[in-house]
């Protein structure tokens, strides 16, 4: 107590305090003692909940101050407004809504379409390949509204790997600026853009003019017309020259200076397509030696260019004496394999029908059959062969590319 506080107020005060004490007790009815229907005092205050100090016969009870998840609401970060709905929140730089889209002027993500973000924004950019890109050979334009030097533009680009860059295929150049070695790698390239016709490739590093075949067992097929630039006499008019007439063995050794080989069909499609590119006039021979200039109409033919062919006997000697002349029903004779892919058996094919006694056995090694045409008819057809000792010659023949079996699988 106070020392300043008077005694009769002093002496007032302790009353009331004492009678409120007693009337305590008596309400109290466990007399003082610890109620058992007081809650606990809490130990730690919990989320959404209050915490109290009871004391015997007196509870308590205090609002925790902090934030919960409960019923009393988050005080957190409010969510952010979804992209799309119009407005522009925070960290969006655009919003169109509905008109959002990654081919326009603000992308699906609420941002800016610009050139080097890898969308292309329509009516504004060609391209875009992304940033790095952009500018650099084969990609679109540093600045998205064209594109940069790359195989296709017709231009030579030699530094960034391409051989050539051009767009017909005539002259020999694949879609992906690689130089074609066969009909068959332009057919394959090019697709149906490639029509049968005259066509450029290249060859142990030399331009060759060949004739290509795009129809013939789904197209493909490569001929190079050759013709002797050597003149001899002829041995029934000795006053008269012609072409010096090559075995096959020569042939064969002349069409691999061009990394090529001695005729030899397939198919009967092939063989067709053969007789075709003889016959073609537009399609000029070549010749190495000698200064004759080869006479294109009057080479053009198949009795010339089709006399011999790279068909050998399996075993000197041995034949298939009036059977069709073909690799199933005469395995006596094949054909050479391919230099380029010596394992591989290439199937032949020039006829299905029987000449009595023919191919016969007086044959040799690496000697050709002396094939006969009859020129009357068109297209020219085969009118028999014959096995010579001395294997037969021609100053004419076609030499092929081997990479071409026949007719695809399936």
Same mark, same amino acid.
């Given at each position: 107590?106070h020392?300043?506080?008077?005694?009769?107020?002093?002496?007032?005060?302790?009353?009331?305090?004492?009678v409120?004490?007693?009337?305590?007790?008596?309400?109290?009815?466990?007399?003082?003692q610890?109620?058992?229907?007081?809650?606990?005092?809490?130990?730690?205050?919990?989320?959404?909940?209050?915490?109290?100090?009871t004391?015997?016969?007196?509870?308590?009870?205090?609002?925790?101050?902090?934030?919960?998840?409960?019923?009393?609401?988050?005080?957190?970060?409010?969510?952010?407004a979804?992209?799309?709905?119009?407005?522009?929140?925070?960290? +969006?730089?655009?919003?169109?809504?509905?008109? &959002?889209?990654?081919?326009?002027?603000?992308?699906?993500?609420?941002?800016? &379409?610009?050139?080097?973000?890898?969308?292309? +924004?329509?009516?504004?950019?060609?391209?875009?390949?992304?940033?790095?890109?952009? @500018?650099?050979?084969?990609?679109?334009?540093?600045?998205?509204?064209?594109?940069?030097?790359?195989?296709?533009d017709?231009? *030579?680009?030699?530094?960034?790997?391409?051989?050539?860059?051009?767009?017909?295929p005539?002259?020999?150049?694949?879609?992906?600026?690689?130089?074609?070695?066969?009909?068959?790698?332009?057919?394959?390239?090019?697709?149906?853009?490639?029509?049968?016709?005259?066509?450029?490739?290249?060859?142990?590093?030399?331009q060759?003019t060949?004739?290509?075949?795009?129809?013939?067992d789904?197209?493909?097929?490569?001929? *190079?017309?050759?013709?002797?630039?050597?003149?001899?006499?002829?041995?029934?008019?000795?006053?008269?020259?012609?072409? +010096?007439p090559?075995?096959?063995?020569?042939?064969? +050794?002349?069409?691999?200076?061009? @990394?090529?080989?001695?005729?030899?069909?397939?198919?009967?499609?092939?063989?067709?397509?053969?007789?075709?590119?003889?016959?073609?006039?537009?399609?000029?021979?070549?010749?190495?030696?000698?200064?004759?200039?080869?006479?294109?109409?009057?080479?053009?033919?198949?009795?010339?260019?089709?006399?011999?062919?790279g068909?050998?006997?399996?075993?000197?000697?041995?034949?298939?004496?009036?059977?069709?002349? &073909?690799?199933?029903?005469?395995?006596?004779?094949?054909?050479?394999p391919?230099?380029?892919?010596?394992?591989?058996?290439?199937?032949?094919?020039?006829?299905?029908?029987?000449?009595?006694?023919?191919?016969?056995?007086? &044959?040799c090694?690496?000697?050709?059959? *002396?094939?006969?045409?009859?020129?009357?008819?068109?297209?020219?057809?085969?009118?028999?062969?014959?096995?010579?000792?001395?294997?037969?010659?021609?100053p004419?023949?076609?030499?092929?590319?081997?990479?071409?079996?026949?007719?695809?699988?399936?």
């Open positions: 107590m020392a300043r506080i008077p005694l009769r107020i002093r002496v007032g005060v302790d009353w009331r305090v004492a409120a004490l007693m009337l305590a007790g008596c309400l109290d009815r466990n007399g003082g610890i109620d058992p229907t007081a809650v606990e005092a809490s130990t730690g205050g919990g989320d959404g909940s209050s915490s109290g100090t004391f015997p016969g007196i509870m308590t009870t205090t609002v925790d101050p902090g934030g919960s998840d409960g019923d009393s609401g988050s005080t957190g970060d409010p969510t952010p979804p992209c799309g709905n119009g407005k522009i929140d925070v960290p +969006e730089q655009c919003d169109e809504g509905d008109a &959002n889209g990654d081919d326009r002027t603000c992308t699906s993500s609420c941002r800016w &379409n610009i050139c080097g973000d890898g969308l292309i +924004e329509t009516g504004d950019e060609v391209c875009d390949d992304g940033k790095g890109k952009n @500018g650099t050979y084969g990609h679109c334009g540093k600045y998205c509204k064209d594109f940069s030097p790359h195989c296709g017709g231009t *030579l680009q030699a530094a960034d790997g391409e051989v050539c860059d051009d767009p017909e005539m002259y020999g150049c694949l879609p992906d600026c690689t130089q074609a070695t066969s009909c068959l790698d332009i057919r394959t390239g090019w697709g149906d853009a490639a029509e049968t016709g005259l066509y450029s490739i290249r060859r142990l590093d030399r060759l060949v004739w290509c075949d795009m129809q013939a789904g197209g493909g097929y490569t001929f *190079l017309k050759y013709a002797s630039g050597t003149l001899v006499p002829n041995p029934p008019e000795p006053d008269k020259f012609i072409g +010096e090559l075995t096959a063995a020569q042939a064969e +050794e002349k069409c691999a200076s061009w @990394g090529l080989r001695l005729f030899s069909p397939r198919t009967q499609q092939h063989l067709r397509a053969a007789v075709t590119a003889a016959s073609a006039a537009e399609f000029a021979p070549v010749h190495v030696n000698g200064d004759y200039p080869p006479t294109v109409a009057a080479d053009s033919d198949a009795a010339g260019y089709l006399s011999i062919m068909i050998y006997p399996v075993t000197p000697g041995l034949s298939c004496e009036s059977k069709p002349l &073909n690799s199933e029903d005469c395995p006596q004779w094949a054909a050479k391919d230099p380029q892919a010596p394992d591989v058996v290439m199937p032949y094919w020039v006829t299905d029908k029987i000449f009595i006694g023919q191919p016969g056995t007086g &044959n090694a690496g000697c050709s059959l *002396l094939y006969d045409w009859n020129l009357q008819v068109q297209p020219p057809v085969l009118t028999g062969y014959f096995a010579l000792n001395t294997g037969a010659s021609s004419h023949f076609l030499c092929e590319v081997g990479d071409k079996l026949g007719a695809p699988e399936g």
